[in-house]
């Protein structure tokens, strides 16, 4: 099951530099998407979510980018922090109440 | 900020024993779920459950699986008869209509 795929196992970023994390979608029916940040050991932890009906959605530091037809989405981490060094997972979900399907997760590093 | 609380949050089991996974969602919460992720691999949706019955499962789901909400606040999930590629992380979610997914920390099950 590769309906949401992270191609990227990991990123290095130098500290005060942008963050580009990428996901791509293969089913058309999802309708809102979801980023986590996972520490080793412990439960996903919610970043930022964006629906079908918006192409941006922006929290501080972190901004999500929806771009349906190419069935992408990117969360962007800006400037990011050593502490932002972690599992970055992207989820979809279809209907209310409805499963997540994650990608692979991209394992960041931010570096001081 | 409200949490959802799993317990244990490691359990050891030998092959073939029964085990009970708890977890305490969100009081205001309609929606549950069990994920789990084994080692160096994808977070796995494996149930959800509303209205006091399951409301999807996935293939993994098999009948060595079930769940059941007995007290209007415990929400768990038993594994009749463990196996060793049973071993995972397994999270507890729930969520509101509003799409809000909370995770929590996790229960490590390692299968000997």
């Known amino acids: 099951d590769q309906q949401v795929k992270q191609n990227s196992p990991s990123l290095s970023v130098q500290e005060g530099r942008i963050s580009i994390l990428n996901c791509d979608y293969t089913?058309?029916?999802?309708?809102?998407f979801l980023w986590y940040k996972k520490y080793p050991a412990e439960g996903p932890t919610f970043l930022i979510s964006?629906?079908?009906?918006?192409d941006k959605n922006e929290d501080g530091r972190f901004t999500v980018f929806l771009n349906k037809s190419a069935k992408h989405l990117s969360l962007h981490i800006v400037p990011s922090q050593p502490g932002d060094s972690a599992v970055y997972f992207c989820?979809?979900?279809?209907?209310?109440?409805?499963?997540?399907?994650f990608g692979q997760g991209t394992e960041l590093s931010v570096k001081p | 900020e409200p949490e959802v609380t799993q317990t244990p949050s490691h359990q050891v089991t030998q092959m073939g024993q029964e085990v009970i996974l708890r977890c305490v969602p969100i009081?205001?919460?309609?929606?549950f779920y069990w994920y789990r992720q084994i080692l160096g691999q994808k977070v796995e949706f494996l149930v959800s459950?509303?209205?006091?019955?399951?409301?999807?499962k996935s293939e993994i789901f098999d009948d060595q699986f079930s769940v059941e909400r007995p007290d209007g606040s415990n929400f768990t999930l038993k594994i009749r008869s463990t196996k060793l590629e049973d071993s995972a992380m397994y999270f507890c979610?729930?969520?509101?209509?509003?799409?809000?997914?909370?995770f929590g920390s996790g229960t490590r099950l390692t299968v000997v």
């Open positions: 979610a729930s969520s509101d209509p509003n799409y809000g997914y909370t």
């Open positions: 459950f509303y209205n006091n019955e399951i409301s999807e």
């Open positions: 989820a979809a979900g279809s209907n209310q109440g409805g499963k997540l399907i």
């Open positions: 964006i629906s079908s009906i918006k």
């Open positions: 089913n058309s029916m999802f309708d809102y």
């Open positions: 009081s205001n919460h309609l929606y």
